[in-house]
Structure formats: C-alpha cells, structure tokens
C-alpha cells in the first residue's frame, strides 16, 4: 500500500460520520414566523407575496435572520436579483454585531452590473465575502431565479451556485490569514439570515437539513409486531422505559390513525421509524397495492419515516419491469414527501432475496430507493450464501436492517425470529460486518411471533443489544 493511500485511508476512517435531518422550511411561504428584523422593523422593508419573501431595499431592518441558531447544515434557497443587485446570505451569525464581520457572508450579487465591475474576485456572488473567491463563476442574468446552496459541517464549508461548487475551503485554514479582519470564521453556530443592501431582492424555498454527528451504535427501534399494547401511546411509554429510540415496520392500519401515532411517539422523544407496506404484482397494470399506502405516503410529508416496501410475486410469471414499475410509482409519491423507500426481502415473495432488492432498486433510477438487510430471510432463503460477500456487494444501497436471535441452519420461523439474546447466530459480526461496510442506517428488532410476554422479550432484546455494543471492536 503507497503511503498517499495509507494517509487516505486514516483521512477516511478518522473523520467524523454525520447524518442530516429531514428538510426544515425556514420560510413557510406565508408570513414571517421563525424571523426577525436586525437594526429595525422587518415589517418595514420584508414582504411576503405569493409564497416570495422579498426585501423592498427601504429602511427598516438592516438584515432578517432566523430565530433560531444553527451549526451544521446544508441550506439551499433560491433567489432573484435586478440588475446591479446586491444582498448576501449570512451563516452563523451572532443577535448582536455585524454579520458578514462577526458572522460569515455567501455574497449575492449581479455579477455582470456594470456597477460591480471594479470588485475584488471574493466580492461575487459564492464568496466567502472578503476572504475567498468562487473558483469561477456560475450566475445568471440578473432578473432570473437562481439557486444557492451552501453546506457547513464544522470548520469545512461548500457552496453551489446554480448546482455549480464554487466554494469547498477549510474555514480554520482561511482563518488564519483572515481571522482578524473577519472573527465570524471561528465561530461554530449561529443566525441564517439574508441581507437588505438597498436593492429589491426575492428569496424563496428557503430550506435546511441540520447535520448531526452520529455514532457507531445505530438508532435501535422494535418491530410494530412484538409489541403488543392497547394503544400507541402504551407502546412509546414502553419502548421508551426499555431504551429503544421507536418503532418500526409498523402496521399500515390500526385503530388509532397516523397523526395520533406519530404524535404518541414523538410526546415521548422517540421516532416511529418506518412502515410496512407492499403489493403484489400482475394484473391489469402489472400491479396492485392498497390506495391507503398513497394516504399514508402524504401523511408521513416531511417526517423523514422510511418506507419498507414488499414486492409479492412469482418469479416464474412475473418481471423485473412489472416490479420496477410498481417501486418507481411508490417512489415517486414518497419523493413528494421527502421520503426514502427500502425494499424489503421477504421469503416466498418476488423480492425474496438482498441481491433482488439491490437489482430493483438501480432498475427503477430513483434515488430515494434502497433495500432492507433481513437477517431472518437471509438466513431463510439463502443460508449457504456468503454474508460478508453479499453485504459487501450490497452495501451503497442498505440503508435499514433487521435482526433477531436466530439458529443457524434452522429453517423453521421460531428458530430464526427468537429474542435477541437466543440462539447461536453471531449478531457481534453481523454488526462489524455492516459497520465496515459503511452502514450508517437503522438497525430493527424483528419479532414476529415470538412467545411470551411482550415486554419481558423486549427487555432481554435491548440488553443483549447493549452487550454487543460494549465491544471494543464496534466503537
């Protein structure tokens, strides 16, 4: 191994793994809620028309920012210039003090204003205002709608300008030559905000994914079919006294609809994780599912819930394109959403296989599609495959995972589906396994079945997960 890629690999595996939350609208299209005026009344000179928040150049506030601080995030906007305009977007910006000074400007500006032409290269539109220049530009003339995006995630900092980087620096390192002038470069969090320069500017889609840092151990929720309660909001009291993060692979239809179930879990700070849900192809339109699946896809808008989505079938009738077609239709509702899809394996249907569900996904072009590792179905369906190889071969596309207490060789459910401390199957390496492999989804407990009490079998699970991740090895 050369040197350069040994230094690679230690870059690689040192740096630290983030997740980013479902899209927050900064702007809700309608009135000013979650901002506010800085050095004057936003009421004064920011207006809202139409789903626009516009700045009318007059006096009133010197700049609007969200009541909010944020520290790592990817924003995106878009926004619209007259000629010679000029405005800018303000990141991690202090309440108080000047905020391309104390905080950190991404200038907007007509690029091509005749005003403009004698600016410094880090003045236009993507700079780092006065610290460091777009590598080239990427605007458009003024008057038309543009985009911006602009990515922090501790000290590095990128941005795009019409889907064009411009922008990908380490902000300590520009700190160093330009911290005096400008102190916002250290700072860690702070205020978005959007810059009254005298001009009539628009801005709208305001949106921003908070970045998280996440740790080794996945998010562990249980399976809707082991825990059995009266009511959803039983089950968040239980999950939560266990020390479960949710639930998952829950039921479509329950006495209780999805607002109040959503609702049960997040009172108690946990998540209800994903649904399960599917068809079965053939038929007039080569497939058929249940019309409350599209019901539930535009209640869960914005929720970031996964949806597992099974495909029934025989694989000597059916197809790849009747099955591509069925996941696309599901995947382009769920896209309206913000949701991702998975698809899930199951034994004796046409996805019954991990290297199924990897092959459907590319087929159907849709990048909010992944696929499910089961461990109970793998062990089912292909108990003489290679695990490290197939997870290997899958691992871009799994972005979910399910285990259980198993019994190698055993082909029965009972023996494959057992409380997570039961059985002989070394849940340890399936962990390392999936961590090694750049698996950073959620991990679900499958319970189908299982005899007993309900809560003492969640106990003995959520121990036996806990030992796992005492491991040295998984840290």
């Known amino acids: 191994m050369t040197n350069i890629l040994k230094v690679a690999l230690i870059h690689i595996l040192s740096f630290p793994i983030f997740n980013t939350i479902a899209d927050i609208d900064l702007f809700n299209g309608k009135d000013l809620e979650g901002w506010e005026g800085m050095g004057g009344e936003a009421s004064k000179n920011w207006e809202v028309k139409n789903g626009t928040l516009s700045c009318t150049g007059g006096p009133g506030a010197q700049w609007i920012a969200t009541e909010k601080e944020f520290s790592n995030f990817d924003l995106t906007m878009d926004f619209k210039l007259p000629e010679n305009g000029n405005s800018g977007v303000f990141i991690r910006a202090p309440k108080k003090g000047t905020p391309y000074v104390d905080g950190i400007e991404i200038q907007l500006l007509d690029d091509g204003g005749e005003k403009w032409k004698n600016l410094k290269p880090n003045q236009f539109t993507g700079s780092i205002y006065a610290a460091l220049a777009p590598s080239h530009r990427a605007t458009k003339k003024a008057g038309e709608w543009q985009n911006i995006r602009i990515k922090c995630i501790n000290e590095n900092c990128i941005v795009w300008v019409n889907n064009e980087k411009v922008i990908d620096t380490n902000l300590i390192k520009l700190a160093k030559d330009y911290g005096k002038k400008i102190p916002g470069l250290h700072r860690t969090s702070g205020r978005i905000g959007m810059q ?6 628009y801005f709208r889609n305001i949106k921003l994914k908070k970045i998280e840092k996440i740790s080794a151990k996945p998010k562990f929720f249980a399976f809707h079919n082991g825990v ?18 949710g639930i998952g692979s829950a039921h479509l239809k ?7 179930r959503l609702s049960a879990f997040s009172k108690e700070g946990l998540r209800v994780f994903s649904f399960y849900v599917g068809g079965r192809l053939g038929g007039k339109n080569g497939f058929q599912y249940d019309p409350k ?6 209640e869960l808008d914005g929720t970031d819930t996964i949806i597992e989505l099974f495909v029934q079938g025989n694989k000597s009738n059916n197809t790849d394109e009747e099955a591509v077609k069925f996941v696309r239709e599901i995947a382009d509702q769920a896209k309206k959403s913000g949701l991702k899809v998975v698809l899930y394996p199951h034994s004796g ?19 909010n599609v992944g ?5 109970c179905h793998f062990l089912q369906v292909e108990p003489k495959s290679n695990l490290k190889e197939t997870i290997r071969k899958a691992s871009p596309l799994i972005w979910q995972a399910s285990i259980s207490g198993a019994q190698k ?6 023996g494959l589906i057992q409380t997570l401390d039961s059985g002989d199957f070394d849940q340890k390496e399936l962990m390392k396994l999936l961590k090694d492999s750049g698996f950073r989804g959620h991990v679900g407990l499958q319970c189908y079945a299982i005899k007993g009490d309900s809560k003492d079998n969640l106990k003995r699970s959520i121990n036996a997960w806990n030992k796992i991740w005492q491991d040295p090895s998984l840290k």
Not at 196 to 201: A, F, K, S, Y
Not at 349 to 367: C, H, L, T, V
């Open 196 to 201: 009254n320069h005298g001009d009539r500017v």
């Open 228 to 245: 059995h309660f009266n009511s959803a909001s039983e089950r968040a009291k239980t999950l939560k006294n266990l020390g479960y993060d």
């Open 254 to 260: 329950t006495n209780e609809n999805i607002k109040e």
């Open 293 to 298: 699946i599209s019901e539930l896809i535009r």
């Open 349 to 367: 249907f046409y996805i019954d296989r991990i290297g199924d569900a990897i092959r459907i996904a590319k087929k159907s072009e849709r990048n």
């Open 371 to 375: 696929a499910m590792f089961n461990l």
């Open 409 to 414: 060789n055993s082909k029965s459910w009972q």
